[in-house]
């Protein structure tokens, strides 16, 4: 059944005319575009949604990023708010075109994602009128002060609903005050056919890289601050690089916003700990399935977590992964059974880790195996865009006065 006759069914609504049922105007709210968690997840959202059941419009506070381009060539209409302040006049002003903007178009549902953009389009949207408001928290909120935490949830109890993108952060909010009936989680999703292994792309990478043809890549993909713990991937590499002459560490990912520092204490950990060449920053890039598919294992150091899309895609992709027992990382892999699981600050149990797979490639290829049939089972593209359309049908059911879909477990 196609999003538009569902909504006909479970929404009572009637067809205009000759043209069908309306479709749904729908406006996501992100910061910005650039390679992140929640910008990847908010394309893979626009690639999926159903376009016989959706209109989708798009907003952010700074138009600037990779992904733009490919959102640009879509057609989707996007409007930029561009602030530097919560809490300034401009701001105010900015905030007023928001909700202007949402009346005049007669949008049906805001998303916002992150932060920034619920404390900036919440309230603008309640202003509107818009019909259903809903706002996404997608990571453990350590980087946020505790001020900033209790204004976003201050802002929140204006939205419809919190979506998590995980059981933990879920469970977090909770503890922090946030209304547990009105917290969903919808985990994300990846798109599986863009990470079947692939070879053919292997010697172009290694030679643009400057890797050798045979040697094991172990590599972090993620954007880089202190959040990350990457310098304990440095120094587990310290400790692996004698026994595995032949391996590269790969950090694959940057900082962002000009914010370089992290990068440069990340470079000279390289130096101080005699890496040298051991160790190759990529930078940002788009071609990451094809990077999959010649990585060796694939590490996610984190000291806080969402649920990783990386994770995902690499698990997608086959690759043997291990990460750190924090966030939703636990709830996707099952330590030993699809992937390993090592306590967060912890450069030696990271090498063991590491250790284990680089010396027994068999069981190394068994777990990627059995990640790779988690992911297929449980994290879809396609599930995580069905959820999300039934959740917002079903939230704009809820205002009819009738229930709404609960979500979070897996089948």
């Known amino acids: 059944m196609s999003i538009a006759s569902a909504r006909e069914l479970e929404l009572g609504c009637r067809s205009t005319g000759g043209r069908g049922v309306d479709k ?49 060539l879509r057609g989707i209409p996007i409007c930029e708010y561009n602030i530097n302040s919560l809490h300034n006049l401009n701001t105010l002003k900015e905030q007023l075109n928001f909700a202007t903007y949402l009346r005049r178009n007669h949008i049906q549902v805001v998303h916002s994602y992150g932060f920034y953009s619920n404390v900036f389009a919440i ?30 949830r201050l802002v929140c109890r204006l939205a419809d609903y919190v979506v998590a993108n995980a059981e933990a952060v879920r469970q977090r909010l909770i503890t922090e005050g946030y209304n547990a009936s009105k917290v969903a989680v919808i985990r994300n999703g990846v798109d599986l056919s863009k990470f079947a292994r692939r070879g053919n792309s292997g010697p172009r990478i290694r030679q643009e890289l400057g890797l050798p043809a045979r040697a094991p890549l172990v590599a972090v993909f993620s954007r880089l601050n202190q959040l990350k713990g990457i310098e304990y991937f440095l120094e587990a590499a310290a400790t692996l690089a004698r026994d595995f002459e032949s391996a590269r560490f790969l950090i694959i990912g940057d900082s962002t916003l000009g914010d370089a520092s992290y ?35 694939s590490v996610l150091p ?46 030696g149990a990271l090498a063991r880790a590491i250790a284990l797979f680089l010396r027994n490639p068999m069981l190394a290829s068994k777990l990627g195996h059995a990640g790779k049939q988690r992911v297929t089972h449980y994290f879809t593209l396609d599930r995580m865009v069905r959820e999300t359309e039934r959740f917002y049908l079903s939230v704009l059911r809820a205002k009819r006065g009738q229930a709404v879909i609960r979500y979070g477990r897996l089948a």
């Open 302 to 347: 984190s000291l806080s977590e969402g649920l990783s899309n990386v994770l995902l895609e690499s698990m997608a992709a086959g690759v043997p992964v291990i990460a750190t027992r924090v966030g939703g990382n636990p709830e996707v892999i099952e330590d030993g059974v699809n992937g390993l699981v090592v306590p967060p600050r912890d450069a």
């Open 123 to 152: 309230p603008a949207a309640r202003l509107a009128g818009t019909p259903v408001v809903v706002a996404s928290i997608r990571d453990s909120g350590d980087i946020w002060t505790p001020m900033q935490r209790r204004v976003q």
């Open 24 to 72: 749904i105007k729908l406006l996501q709210f992100v910061t910005l575009f650039l390679i992140g968690g929640t910008e990847r997840h908010l394309v893979n959202l626009v690639r999926g949604l159903d376009p016989s059941g959706f209109e989708l419009y798009l907003a952010c506070l700074k138009r600037i990023g990779d992904f733009l381009k490919e959102l640009e």
């Open 263 to 297: 990068r440069e204490k990340l470079e000279q950990d390289v130096g101080r700990l005699g890496l040298g060449r051991r160790v190759i920053f990529t930078g940002f890039r788009l071609d990451v399935p094809e990077l999959l598919s010649e990585t060796t294992i």
